[in-house]
């Protein structure tokens, strides 16, 4: 299992450090490729000093952002990463002042940069770093001028800032197209994976998680507890008040499961009037509690099996079992909560009982519950 485990990780680090490299040469071809293209592309001299001030300046600049890339393992480094992105149009209008301000078609770059930044991030996002390029560009080129403000071409300019405008409006309708987009798969994908009448998770989400949380609690040297409930005498109910009414029990008990449990568990309805709950980092003791809490809360409802006989309430029986204290298999934890279950019921139902007191505790007697 640690050998999964470590190809888990070894994957998303791997996925990871592809991102972030083609994202580290990208910006490397665009400072030591596309920025000379425009100097030659320019009127400006070759030798322009001011030029290649502003080049090394870049290059240590970009430098000091690849480190960042490269040591990303912090919250303070992801945040700063979104700062890169504003200093990137700083740099640009700077390469744009020294190139001949608005007569510079270097201003290009900054569609690269709003595209680049906001298809990761919210509209809202994308308007401001948007707001933010026209206005760096702006300034950089009015500066340019700024001895002889009669020979900026405003037109041109106000152009220029139209282009940039619409640049983030396209952006900004895909960022919203991919994320209805997005919202419509999660919806099918909540859909596949959720019981319709209960709203619990469903066997074959189950089936996926399983694994998943075998690899955390292995992982995080924590437990793993599978608590599994069966309405005791289900049939009996159904055959009494009808499936209308079966279907509301089960409801119900799945109602029940969500309000005595943690966000971070994981409830689910196994099948049938089978249920199963994946609850993280708890000892056993704490996670019978759980169940013996569950099982309380449907005995208090007081509904009964059988229309006219008061004397036999609605209840459930649990089987406890734990990973990996009862096994390093999870599929045979499943197995061994299966039989705590059926050995619950086997001595009077309407009881919790662990793996371990499978034949500890005697049998009862449930005569006034049923």
Request: charged share 25%.
């Amino acid at each position: 299992m640690n050998d999964i485990i470590n190809e888990t990780i070894q994957d998303k680090k791997s996925k990871s450090f592809i991102i972030k490299k083609n994202f580290i040469v990208f910006r490397w071809i665009l400072l030591l490729i596309v920025i000379p293209v425009f100097l030659f592309a320019s009127d400006e001299s070759f030798m322009s000093k001011e030029f290649w001030i502003c080049f090394s300046s870049a290059v240590v600049y970009n430098s000091l952002v690849t480190s960042l890339l490269v040591l990303n393992k912090s919250k303070w480094a992801e945040r700063a990463v979104s700062i890169v992105f504003y200093m990137d149009i700083v740099v640009i209008c700077t390469f744009s002042y020294v190139l001949g301000g608005i007569q510079s078609d270097i201003y290009f770059i900054l569609f690269f940069i709003i595209a680049y930044y906001g298809t990761g991030r919210d509209v809202s996002d994308t308007v401001f770093i948007s707001i933010f390029a026209l206005l760096m560009y702006s300034i950089s080129s009015i500066f340019y001028e700024i001895g002889n403000l009669s020979n900026l071409n405003y037109l041109n300019l106000i152009i220029r800032g139209i282009f940039i405008i619409f640049a983030a409006y396209g952006i900004s309708g895909i960022i919203i197209e991919v994320k209805k987009y997005d919202e419509l798969h999660k919806k099918e994908f909540k859909r596949a994976r959720t019981d319709k009448l209960t709203g619990l998770a469903n066997r074959h989400y189950f089936d996926q998680k399983l694994e998943e949380e075998a690899l955390y609690a292995e992982y995080s040297r924590k437990p793993l507890n599978i608590l599994m409930f069966d309405i005791d005498n289900f049939k009996v109910f159904n055959d009494s008040y009808g499936h209308l009414w079966g279907d509301k029990l089960l409801a119900l008990f799945g109602d029940i499961i969500i309000q005595s449990i943690r966000k971070t568990d994981i409830p689910v309805r196994y099948g049938g009037e089978e249920f199963i709950i994946l609850i993280r980092d708890l000892d056993l003791e704490i996670a019978k509690s759980v169940g013996e809490r569950i099982r309380c809360q449907l005995e208090r409802q007081n509904m009964y099996l059988q229309e006219g006989d008061s004397s036999k309430k609605v209840t459930v029986s649990c089987g406890i079992a734990q990973f990996p204290t009862h096994s390093n298999d999870i599929k045979k934890v499943v197995e061994y909560s299966d039989k705590a279950l059926y050995y619950a019921k086997e001595i009077g139902k309407n009881v919790v009982v662990c793996y371990d007191e499978i034949g500890k505790l005697d049998k009862k007697d449930f005569s006034k519950a049923y």
